[in-house]
Structures are given as C-alpha cells and as structure tokens.
C-alpha cells in the first residue's frame, strides 16, 4: 500500500508527511476480517476489521502514524509493527509488536476520545493472533485484549481497561505522596499528606492491588 494514500486527499502538516517517509517503510494490507471469513456474525459496531503490516525505519512503534492511519477508517484496524534487530554480536532478528487504537468509554452526548495501545515486543515468529468471539464486536474485543492484555478475553474490556488506568493512576499517586510526606518538616503538612495517602492505600486495597 503506497504511504501517501494515508494524506494525499487530506490536510496534514509537513511534519507529518515527512514521518511517514522516515519512520515507515512498507506498509502491507494482511488481512480484512469479515464474516464471511471468520464465521462470525455481523457486529452492531464492527463491520469488518483490516490488519495493517507496518515495516518499521525505526525502533519504537510511531504512535502518531498509527493513530492517524487508524481515524481514516470508521471500522477497527490492528496494526502488525514490524523491526530488525541487530545484537551485539551483530547477529539480526525480527519482532513484532501489535497495536490498536480503540475508543475510550464516554458518556452519552460527549465527543468521542481514543487511545492507541501497544503491545510488547515480541519475537516475529511467536507472533499469533486468536480469532474468538460470537461476532464481530467480539472479535474486535479479542483482539483489542490480546494487545492491552496479553489474553484473547474480550469480555468486560473496558470496564478491565479503566480498573488498570485507575490502578496505575493510584500506584503513581502513592508513590508521590509517600516520597512528599518523608521530605515534609511540618507536622500539619505531614499529616495532611498521611491523610491524602491513607486514602489511596485504602482505595488500592480494596481494588486487590496493594497488600
């Protein structure tokens, strides 16, 4: 698939043109999953669901690129991004690491945001994908969990994805507030400090990520 086709009808900067030319190489169309060949039904949401090959000019997976190809399709694309490896030894090896950009849960009657997530990097000849679910929908869930997840469990995604945003936001918070109270002198401002952690200790407990 030639790069320009992702900006050539579109206004994009300079900038993001010149990412394009530098950061990938070949992009390669893989796959277009569809009932009539996977066997599952049609989704209320997903229609069909495009898998991308990106060969990669650099090491780290261009996430702006992805998002950017992502938005010009109304349906899921899962992104296949390939690099080559050289160790010390000089030796080479491929690995792959899989990416999606994947609505994040609103409300009703506000804009739609969404965020592209990464997978580890993994050997090329390990890499596997799961088909599972009952329709396309779940598919698109299955192979969003396999990318945020490492499992083909598509169940519950969201609610899974915010219970692990809220958890890192938590370990973060922690983490400061820990280091603030041991750096503070004054008793009141420690105490409020121990008050504000106790809280988020609590909240972590409860959640089953902190003994």
């Not at 030796?91 to 994040?104: D, G, K, P």
């Not at 990464?118 to 396309?136: C, F, K, V, Y």
């Not at 809280?199 to 902190?210: H, S």
Request: hydrophobic residues 40%.
């Amino acid at each position: 698939m030639p790069k320009q086709m992702f900006y050539a009808k579109q206004q994009v900067s300079s900038k993001l043109k010149q990412r394009y030319n530098n950061e990938l190489g070949a992009v390669t169309m893989l796959a277009l999953l569809r009932p009539v060949n996977t066997g599952l039904a049609e989704g209320r949401a997903t229609k069909e669901i495009l898998v991308i090959g990106l060969d990669l000019a650099i090491q780290e997976v261009p996430v702006e690129l992805v998002d950017h190809i992502a938005h010009l399709r109304a349906s899921g694309i899962l992104f296949v991004c390939h690099r080559q490896i050289v160790g010390e030894d000089g030796s080479e090896r491929e690995e792959c690491a899989l990416a999606v950009r994947r609505a994040l849960p609103t409300k009703p009657g506000y804009q739609k945001q969404y965020r592209v997530y990464l997978g580890p990097w993994q050997p090329a000849s390990q890499t596997r994908l799961e088909i599972d679910g009952h329709n396309m929908d779940e598919l698109w869930d299955c192979l969003n969990a396999q990318v945020i997840f490492g499992s083909s469990d598509g169940a519950d995604l969201d609610d899974r994805i915010a219970r692990r945003d809220e958890i890192a936001g938590l370990v973060a918070e922690e983490a400061k507030l820990s280091k603030d109270h041991s750096r503070a002198k004054d008793a009141a401002q420690r105490n409020e400090i121990y008050t504000q952690l106790h809280k988020v200790r609590t909240r972590l407990r409860e959640m089953g990520a902190l003994d």
